[in-house]
């Protein structure tokens, strides 16, 4: 009961600014003098929902905007998180992002920097490496059902980043394209965020929120490995999880027949010991665990033959042994700050 009314006050006060909630998790990158994440604080009068980073350290900021400082402070007393050198090109191996999942990724007016003019191809090709690597990290930071912005000018020569090619690239479909308007977050201030005219505003022009979410087929992955499943393993061109339940299509030429028990070997290999430490540490029930890194390990694979086609599919494996040393070394930090804090 007491929780029912808890739950009910919670979206009782559900504010709204345009497309985001105060029930949305948000990440907002690469903000500039964080008047943008302080807009959405303040029309929330909250922020314990937002992650606000920059590329810029604190100590840059203090050089760079006259009012860095006091957003981030405000931000900060409303209950935001606020992380500074936060690259959005390595974003999702953050230690303090990476088991993170937001419901909103928010790019404002992605920008590599004045390394020439803008419409010089080498200059395009910077901006787009920028917004390629954005979309590669953010798309794997996404919970269920959420959604990355990236508000843009449409006039050339910035319709020439192909901002929905770079995103195709990542699993991710344009869903939606709106006109944006900066007067719909009052306080913002958009930044050059480069030079030393980082502090003033560039003109917008023509520009819209442009919203990706992950494709209807990498969608329906998730959705087919609903339940239970426990056990992984391939054959006749179909990763199953307990053959008989649910199955996850991919193309059988991704697989040749020396490869389905060895991927079916190394995945219990590198992951056993991954089940029993989370379920350890999280006391969560052992089918929950279960279920989640499956989950993972799905997406994972599909995406590794998405964007690395004509690469052999036990190649993921190398991938697998990867994520395992980097797990190691992130309980061994995580173990290392339990024993600083205790007393
Ligand atoms: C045109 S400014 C826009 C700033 C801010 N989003 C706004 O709307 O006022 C581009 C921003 O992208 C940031 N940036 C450039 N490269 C980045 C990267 N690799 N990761 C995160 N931010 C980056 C810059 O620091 C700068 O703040």
Redesign the pocket.
């Known amino acids: 009961m007491a929780f029912i009314q808890l739950h009910e006050e919670y979206f009782k006060t559900e504010k709204w600014i345009k497309h985001y909630s105060s029930n949305h998790q948000i990440l907002i990158?690469?903000?500039?003098?964080f008047?943008?994440s302080l807009s959405l604080a303040n029309s929330f009068r909250s922020a314990s929902n937002i992650t606000a980073?920059?590329?810029?350290s604190y100590e840059t900021l203090t050089k760079k905007y006259k009012n860095a400082i006091s957003n981030v402070m405000a931000l900060v007393r409303l209950g935001a998180s606020v992380i500074n050198g936060?690259?959005?090109?390595k974003m999702k191996l953050h230690p303090h992002l990476t088991l993170r999942r937001f419901d909103r990724i928010v790019?404002?007016?992605?920008?590599?920097?004045f390394y020439g003019k803008e419409d010089d191809l080498h200059v395009i090709e910077m901006h787009k490496e920028?917004v390629r690597?954005?979309f590669h990290n953010a798309s794997g930071m996404l919970l269920p059902g959420g959604e990355i912005h990236v508000?843009h000018k449409t006039s050339a020569p910035f319709c020439n980043w192909n901002l929905e090619e770079l995103a195709n690239h990542n699993s991710l479909r344009l869903s939606e394209c709106v006109p944006f308007r900066i007067e719909d977050y009052p306080g913002?201030?958009?930044?050059?965020?480069?030079s030393e005219r980082s502090d003033e505003p560039?003109p917008l022009g023509e520009c819209s929120t442009f919203k990706f979410t992950l494709d209807d087929w990498y969608e329906n992955t998730v959705s087919h490995s609903l339940a239970s499943q426990r056990n992984l393993s391939c054959d006749h061109g179909q990763l199953y999880y307990d053959p008989g339940y649910k199955s996850v299509n991919f193309d059988s030429k991704y697989l040749a027949t020396p490869e389905k028990n060895r991927f079916k070997e190394e995945c219990s290999r590198i992951f056993e010991w991954y089940f029993d430490h989370v379920v350890k540490t999280t006391w969560c029930p052992d089918e929950w665990v279960d279920y989640n890194v499956h989950k993972g390990l799905t997406l994972g694979y599909h995406r590794f033959l998405t964007n690395a086609s004509g690469r052999p599919s036990s190649d993921f494996i190398l991938f697998l042994e990867e994520i395992h040393r980097i797990s190691i070394s992130r309980i061994k930090w995580l173990e290392g700050l339990l024993e600083d804090t205790r007393y």
């Open positions: 990158v690469g903000d500039g003098d008047s943008f980073t920059s590329l810029d936060v690259d959005a090109t790019y404002n007016f992605p920008h590599a920097g920028l690597g954005f508000s913002y201030n958009n930044k050059r965020g480069d560039f």
